[in-house]
């Protein structure tokens, strides 16, 4: 997450390009602590919290699950925002390419792991989910040598539905509401499961292409492809 004026990143004064776009000089003295930066700090620490609000008094307080929901809902929203931050304002950092997706998927583990120890959602719902966030973040750091995968609307609609789910799981929900949540929970599985092998598709596509493209360079018969690197990276694997 880069790209702040100096003043405020304490950069050396580089001025923006025409269009309102920041040089490549700027984006390269972003201060580690701008504001998508500090949002994703913030879901970082509010994990632990979340696991102790949600287990506290054993775990069945609806008070006390109440509290835990709205931590988890903060954490929600940061994740919007510092990527909206991210992506406008061009502030990217080494830091962020990392911290995000390890702040979302340790928000996420959290409330599904404590969810199912507690006996209100399966292991095997935790265990399908799970699987694919960590094995898409790997399929990710494979292929992305050769490119970014963009967020599609599907990736998108997995990250509502796991959201609002996962919230109401966290609820203490009786009746219809419970039935509701239930259902939303299945969208959400199956999203996942659908979106997570619609990106091994395109991942081994993308790979496959640019293995081809370095021998066709290594021939001298066609260009090396490049790299992106950005947050746009970490958005990519949702």
Known sequence: MTGVPASAAGGSGAKPVRGGKLG?????QASLWNIANLLTMLRLVLVPGFVLLLLHNGGYDPVWRSFAWAAFAVAMIT????GHLARTYNLVTDFGKIADPIADKAIMGAALICLSYLGDLPWWVTGVILFREIGITLMRFWVIRHAVIPASRGGKMKTLAQGTAVGMYVLVLTGPLATLRFWVM????VLTVVTGLDYVRQAVVL???GLAAERAAARGTGPVPGTTGSR???EAER
């Open 79 to 82: 994740d919007l925002f510092d």
């Open 24 to 28: 490549t000089a700027a984006v390269n």
């Open 186 to 189: 299945a969208v959400a599985v």
């Open 232 to 234: 746009d990276s970490a």
């Open 207 to 209: 790979r496959r292409k």
